[in-house]
Each structure stands twice: as structure tokens, then as C-alpha cells.
Antibody, heavy 125, light 108 residues
Framework: QVRLQQSGPGLVKPSQTLSLTCAIS??????????WNWIRQSPSRGLEWLGR?????????DYAESVKGRVTINPDTSKNQISLQMDSVTPEDTAMYFC???????????????WGQGTMVTVSS | EIVLTQSPGTLSLSPGGRATLSCRAS???????LAWYQQKPGQAPRLLIH???IRATGIPDRFSGIGSRTDFTLTISRLEPEDFAVYYC?????????FGQGTKIEIQ
């Protein structure tokens, strides 16, 4: 059974960097049959996809335009986890953050089938 | 960016009732690239349907999806007490992946 366990601070000061990790069990971060995604949810923005990382003979990463340049998603094969780093946060980045797996094992996406438990991040001084 | 608009915002129904949820896309979405999720308070979304009509593993057959191009529907044939929740559609054909704003099914 695949599980995603999130960790990271729940409070970040404005202008600082938000850092979260998502530890993967039951699957591999370097698997070619999945992508690993970060999504956030807030009352004002709803569910917002931030970006993803995945391997298809080499590493790929892509980001939503709304956060491109401010967000970095990295896989860590030694720890079998992914990370999210968001720079220069503001109170508008206050949200519940989720990691999720997108299953491509059938050769096409079958939706985000496994989710982390979520991390509530508040941006406040 | 593909905008997904869900309706209604809230459905007030009784257990045993039938729920019909709509998701309209601002441009064509391949039916292979549309999913539905259920979310309960304090929990992550749960995948119900992918490829517009294929139930995810372990999802009961009272949940069904249909649709194509810009119009998609999720139907819950007989509401169980555990089905009262918020439901989201999502497209994953195109970047950025986008979600609808949700439909809440509440107990009447």
C-alpha cells in the first residue's frame, strides 16, 4: 500500500521560505509510472495545483505559472521523498498543502490516487 | 488555463436520495483526463472517478461518472450517510491541472 507522510513547519514568517517534505512508502520517487505533485487548498483559492516532478529516463519538473519562479519541487532518491520549497511567502500563501501521486502505470493518468495527510501552513509574523 | 465550473454549489438531499453534480469546462477536456474527488472535513481529497467514468479502486458502484468535451456529471444513485461531503472535479489534460470550486452535498 502506498502512503505519503508529510512533514514541515506550520508557521512561516512573511518573506521567508516555506519548506515541506513528503516521504513515500510503498512506491519509488524514481518510478517511471507516476508523477509526484504538490497541491494547496485555501478558502480564497480553492484547490490549486502547484507543480510536479517525475522521471521518464530523466528528471522532469513543471510548475503552475502562478507560482513559477517562487516554487521548487525536488525529488530525493536517497530518502525516497519529494520536497516543496516556496520563497518569499506572504499571508496569501496560507493554506493546507498536500502532496499527491498521479498514477500513470496504465500508460495514462488515472488521477491523483494517493494523497498525503496535509500540512496547514500559516504565514504570519 | 482551463476553468472548471461546478454546479450547484450546494445540494440539500436526504439519505437514499439521488445526487447529480455538474462540471463544465471552459474548453474541451478529453474524457480520459477528467476526475472526481470527495473531500470530508479535515481530510485530503479522495479519488472517486478517473477518465470521466472509471471508478477508482474500492469505490462503490453507486458512484458513476459520464461526460465528454466540456460537460461532465457525477451521479450518486442512493446517498449513504458517509456520502455527505464536498465533491470536486479536476482536469489533468493540460497544465496547470485545475479543479472546480466544489459542490457540497448536505443533509436536508
Amino acid at each position: 500500500q502506498v502512503r505519503l507522510q508529510q512533514s514541515g513547519p506550520g508557521l512561516v514568517k512573511p518573506s521567508q521560505t516555506l519548506s515541506l517534505t513528503c516521504a513515500i512508502s510503498g512506491d519509488s520517487v524514481s518510478s517511471s509510472g507516476v508523477t509526484w505533485n504538490w497541491i494547496r487548498q485555501s478558502p480564497s483559492r480553492g484547490l490549486e495545483w502547484l507543480g510536479r516532478t517525475y522521471y521518464r529516463s530523466k528528471l522532469y519538473t513543471d510548475y503552475a505559472e502562478s507560482v513559477k519562479g517562487r516554487v521548487t519541487i525536488n525529488p530525493d532518491t536517497s530518502k525516497n521523498q519529494i520536497s516543496l520549497q516556496m520563497d518569499s511567502v506572504t499571508p496569501e500563501d496560507t493554506a493546507m498543502y498536500f502532496c499527491a501521486r498521479d498514477d500513470y502505470s496504465r500508460g495514462y493518468s488515472a488521477g491523483f490516487d494517493v494523497w498525503g495527510q496535509g500540512t496547514m501552513v500559516t504565514v504570519s509574523s | 488555463e482551463i476553468v472548471l465550473t461546478q454546479s450547484p454549489g450546494t445540494l440539500s438531499l436526504s439519505p437514499g436520495g439521488r445526487a447529480t453534480l455538474s462540471c463544465r469546462a471552459s474548453q474541451t477536456v478529453p474524457s480520459t483526463d477528467l476526475a472526481w474527488y470527495q473531500q470530508k472535513p479535515g481530510q485530503a481529497p479522495r479519488l472517486l472517478i478517473h477518465s470521466a467514468s472509471i471508478r477508482a479502486t474500492g469505490i462503490p458502484d453507486r458512484f458513476s461518472g459520464i461526460g465528454s468535451r466540456t460537460d461532465f456529471t457525477l451521479t450518486i444513485s442512493r446517498l449513504e450517510p458517509e456520502d455527505f461531503a464536498v465533491y470536486y472535479c479536476q482536469q489533468y489534460c493540460c497544465s496547470p491541472r485545475t479543479f472546480g470550486q466544489g459542490t457540497k452535498i448536505e443533509i436536508q
